[in-house]
C-alpha cells in the first residue's frame, strides 16, 4: 500500500492531466454532438425530401461504423484531404459525428412522438415555424430526449478511451504510460475505472436534476 501510495504522488500530475483531457474531450463531444443531433433531428422531422435524404444517409452511415474506425479515419484519412488535425482535434470530430448521428436519431423519434396538432396550434396564435419548435416542439421533446441523452453522454465517455490508439494524452493512455514504468498494473487500471466511474456518476446526476427541472415545465 505505501508503495502504491508514493507511486501515486509520483504520477499524480500525468493523472490529473489525462483526467482534465478526458473529461474537455467529453463535454465538448457531448455539447457539439448535441447541437448536430438538434439540426439532424430538426431535419429528419420537418425538411423536405433534399434535405432529408443527405441526412438520413450520413446518419445511417456513421451509425453503422464503429467509434474506433470513425477515430482512425478523422486521424489518418482527413489528412488526404488537405485536412491536417491533432490527435485531440480528430478526436473530437469522431466523438462529436458519432455523438450527433444517435442524438439525430433520439431528437427526431421525440419530435414525430408530438402531435401535429400542436404545430397547428402554434400556427393558429401566429407563431412562425421556428418559435413553434423553439417554444412548443423542442421543450416537450426534452422530457423524453434526456434520459436517453444521458447514456449518450456517458457512452462517449467510455468511447473516449479508444481516443489512446491515435495518442491523445486521455486518462487511459497516461495510466497505459505510469503502468509501463511502475508495472503496477492492477491497482492503477483499477484507480482509472474509478475516475471513468466518477466521471459517469456526475453525469448521471446532472441528468437527474435537468429531467427534473424539464419535467415541472
Request: hydrophobic share 55%.
Amino acid at each position: 500500500m505505501e508503495h502504491f501510495l508514493h507511486e501515486l504522488w509520483t504520477a499524480r500530475w500525468a493523472l490529473a492531466q489525462g483526467l482534465l483531457l478526458t473529461v474537455e474531450i467529453s463535454a465538448a463531444s457531448i455539447l457539439f454532438g448535441s447541437l448536430i443531433g438538434l439540426f439532424a433531428g430538426i431535419g429528419l422531422t420537418y425538411g423536405k425530401w433534399p434535405v432529408r435524404l443527405p441526412i438520413r444517409a450520413a446518419v445511417d452511415c456513421i451509425r453503422g461504423i464503429p467509434v474506433l474506425v470513425l477515430i482512425l479515419a478523422s486521424f489518418y484519412l482527413l489528412t488526404f484531404a488537405g485536412i491536417n488535425l491533432t490527435a485531440v482535434e480528430s478526436g473530437l470530430f469522431a466523438l462529436s459525428i458519432f455523438c450527433g448521428a444517435h442524438m439525430g436519431e433520439i431528437i427526431r423519434g421525440a419530435l414525430q412522438s408530438i402531435p401535429v396538432t400542436q404545430i397547428d396550434a402554434g400556427r393558429a396564435i401566429g407563431l412562425t415555424f421556428p418559435r413553434i419548435l423553439i417554444y412548443v416542439l423542442i421543450p416537450q421533446a426534452m422530457r423524453q430526449i434526456m434520459p436517453v441523452w444521458v447514456n449518450t453522454g456517458a457512452e462517449l465517455v467510455k468511447a473516449s478511451t479508444l481516443l489512446s490508439v491515435i495518442g491523445t494524452g486521455e486518462l487511459l493512455l497516461r495510466t497505459q504510460e505510469i503502468v509501463g514504468r511502475n508495472f503496477m498494473t492492477l491497482e492503477f487500471y483499477g484507480l482509472c475505472g474509478l475516475l471513468y466511474f466518477l466521471i459517469n456518476s456526475v453525469i448521471e446526476r446532472l441528468g437527474k436534476f435537468a429531467s427534473r427541472r424539464f419535467a415541472l415545465q
